[in-house]
C-alpha cells in the first residue's frame, strides 16, 4: 500500500465508520428539525424519488406538503414591503405549513385535521404522502401524527423531498398555502 493511500484510508475512514443510522423515536422531534432522520416510520411506507414520482403520476395518493412558512419578521420599520419566500412544490401537493412541530397548538392541529378531512373526503384509508425537505424532521412528524393520532392507515413518507425531487429533474410548480393556517 503506498502512503498516499493510507494517508486517505486515515483521513477518510473514520467519517464513514461514525455515520451511524438514526434510530426512529418513539416521540415526535421537538427540535433541530434539519437532520439526518431515520430510515423508518412506524406504521406508514417510506418512499424514495422513484416511488413518489409512481405514486405521483397514478394520480391516486394526495401529496402533503409541510414545509414551514417563514414568519414575517418582527421589528420591520412602517412602510416596508415584505415579500414571503415562494414555495415551489410537487406539482398538486397541498401545502399545509406549519403542521410538521413537534408540538401543535389547537388551532394548527384543527388546520393539519381540517385539510386532511379535505383531500381524503373523510376517508381514513385514503392514501396519503407527507414530504418536506431532505434531512427534515417535520414531514416524518406530520406522517407519524396522521397515522397515530389521525387514524390514516395509507400514509408514506417521502424523506427526500422537494430537493429528492428537484434533483432527480422532475417537474415543480409554486404552490400557496391552504387557506385557515
Known sequence: ????????????????????????????????????????????????????????SAGETAFVDVMPRAPKPDGLPEGTIWRE????????????????????????????RGGLARITDGDPNAPLLFFCLEDCWMSWNAAKRAIEEYGYSTVYWYPEGTDGWSFADLPTEEVTPEPGG
Open 1 to 56: 500500500m503506498t502512503w498516499r493511500l493510507c494517508l486517505l484510508l486515515i483521513t477518510c475512514l473514520p467519517g464513514l465508520v461514525l455515520a451511524q443510522p438514526v434510530p426512529e423515536p418513539s416521540e415526535y422531534r421537538s427540535d433541530h428539525y434539519r437532520a439526518p432522520v431515520p430510515a423508518s416510520l412506524a406504521g406508514g411506507t417510506v418512499v424514495d424519488t422513484p416511488t413518489a414520482h409512481a405514486l405521483w
Open 85 to 112: 419566500k415562494p414555495r415551489h412544490s410537487i406539482p398538486g401537493a397541498i401545502w399545509l405549513p406549519n403542521v410538521g412541530y413537534g408540538g401543535l397548538a389547537p388551532v394548527t392541529d384543527a388546520y393539519f
